[in-house]
């Protein structure tokens, strides 16, 4: 997911899944990644995260949005207080900032995403409210709300639904650990809607197509791998499916054998960057012009 969420332009729609109205005031042209992270070591093989500045669409200033990648399995009861020190880091950084340069009293607003992949639902409190020892006294705590993604909770149906091409391979992904014939059958659906992008969007295309091939690689038992690629394959045009076969080649060969004991998520990762850089990463940066659609 960070490879995908890392574009703009399909970061812009995974606002759109969780809040279309606050993806619709972003200005996806002028969005912007920063390279920062909050992250301290032991969390690092488990968890990504990303910051991005996203000006306005038809008024003036900007919103910081900052979102934290869950790839394991199991939940982070400690994950609103460490949302909490991004949050606050980023704001002493600009409370200084505008001290020294004697600037506007204010805060850029900043809005949190939490991202979780894992097969279990996520229980654990999502507000700092639920961490306190002391209910009757969670009005002194300071309010945080989270916009999640808690991807076992997500109906699929509502992700096949939905108009946002992110959703449909977020819609796969959901269905990653179902018997072979609903997981073929979801693989089938959804690529065949992100084959219906239109050419103006071939690059979006292409990487949402890695995208699920490499979930084959990735997360199914290998005797399902060519079963899978045929299926995959007839949901493609056929002009667009030498295409597919040269990135399933790709990938097959860029995807290292030791992403199997760094967890799954990571493996598709590393798979997917070392397969665009082999393709045209270049050409990924057009994905800033598409439409949230």
Same mark, same amino acid.
């Given at each position: 997911?960070?490879?995908?969420?890392?574009?703009?332009?399909?970061?812009? /729609?995974?606002?759109?899944?969780?809040?279309?109205?606050? =993806?619709?005031?972003?200005?996806?042209?002028?969005?912007?990644?920063?390279?920062? &992270?909050?992250?301290?070591?032991?969390?690092?093989?488990?968890? *990504?995260?990303?910051?991005?500045?996203?000006?306005?669409?038809?008024?003036?200033?900007?919103?910081?949005?900052?979102?934290?990648?869950?790839? /394991? %399995? *199991?939940?982070?009861?400690?994950?609103?207080?460490?949302?909490?020190?991004?949050? &606050?880091?980023?704001?002493?950084?600009?409370?200084?900032?505008? /001290?020294?340069? !004697?600037?506007?009293?204010?805060? *850029?607003?900043?809005?949190?995403?939490?991202?979780?992949?894992?097969?279990?639902?996520?229980?654990?409190?999502?507000?700092? /409210?639920?961490?306190?020892?002391?209910?009757?006294?969670?009005?002194?705590?300071?309010?945080?709300?989270?916009?999640?993604?808690?991807?076992?909770? *997500?109906?699929?149906?509502?992700?096949?639904?939905?108009?946002?091409?992110? =959703?449909?391979?977020?819609?796969?992904?959901?269905?990653?650990?179902?018997? $072979?014939?609903?997981?073929? =059958?979801?693989?089938?659906?959804?690529?065949?809607?992100?084959?219906?992008?239109?050419?103006?969007?071939?690059?979006?295309?292409?990487?949402?197509?890695?995208?699920?091939?490499?979930?084959?690689?990735?997360?199914?038992?290998?005797?399902?791998?060519?079963?899978?690629?045929? %299926?995959?394959?007839?949901?493609? !045009? %056929?002009?667009?499916? %030498?295409?597919?076969?040269?990135?399933?080649?790709?990938?097959?060969? &860029?995807? $290292?054998?030791?992403?199997?004991?760094?967890?799954?998520?990571?493996?598709?990762? !590393?798979?997917?960057?070392?397969?665009?850089?082999?393709?045209?990463?270049? =050409?990924?940066? &057009?994905?800033?012009?598409?439409?949230?659609?």
């Amino acid at each position: 997911m960070r490879v995908l969420l890392g574009e703009p332009a399909l970061f812009v /729609q995974l606002v759109a899944v969780l809040d279309p109205e606050l =993806a619709r005031r972003i200005d996806p042209v002028r969005l912007v990644r920063l390279e920062r &992270t909050f992250l301290d070591e032991a969390y690092r093989e488990r968890e *990504t995260d990303l910051l991005y500045r996203a000006p306005f669409t038809e008024e003036e200033g900007e919103l910081w949005i900052y979102c934290l990648l869950e790839h /394991q %399995s *199991t939940v982070d009861p400690w994950m609103p207080l460490r949302f909490l020190h991004a949050m &606050t880091s980023l704001w002493e950084e600009e409370r200084r900032r505008r /001290q020294t340069e !004697k600037e506007e009293v204010r805060l *850029t607003p900043i809005v949190p995403i939490l991202v979780y992949t894992g097969g279990e639902p996520w229980d654990a409190p999502a507000d700092l /409210q639920g961490l306190l020892g002391a209910p009757f006294l969670a009005d002194f705590a300071p309010r945080l709300d989270i916009l999640r993604l808690d991807l076992a909770r *997500t109906n699929p149906a509502d992700l096949e639904r939905s108009e946002v091409p992110l =959703a449909w391979v977020l819609g796969a992904l959901r269905e990653e650990k179902a018997d $072979p014939g609903s997981f073929a =059958a979801a693989l089938e659906r959804n690529a065949e809607k992100v084959d219906g992008l239109p050419e103006e969007r071939i690059v979006e295309w292409r990487l949402l197509v890695r995208f699920l091939l490499a979930l084959v690689y990735q997360r199914r038992p290998l005797d399902e791998h060519r079963g899978l690629f045929e %299926s995959l394959g007839r949901r493609i !045009k %056929s002009r667009r499916r %030498s295409e597919v076969e040269e990135m399933e080649g790709t990938l097959g060969r &860029t995807l $290292p054998e030791r992403a199997h004991q760094e967890g799954y998520e990571k493996g598709i990762e !590393k798979g997917i960057e070392k397969g665009m850089l082999e393709g045209n990463l270049e =050409a990924l940066r &057009t994905l800033l012009r598409a439409s949230i659609g």
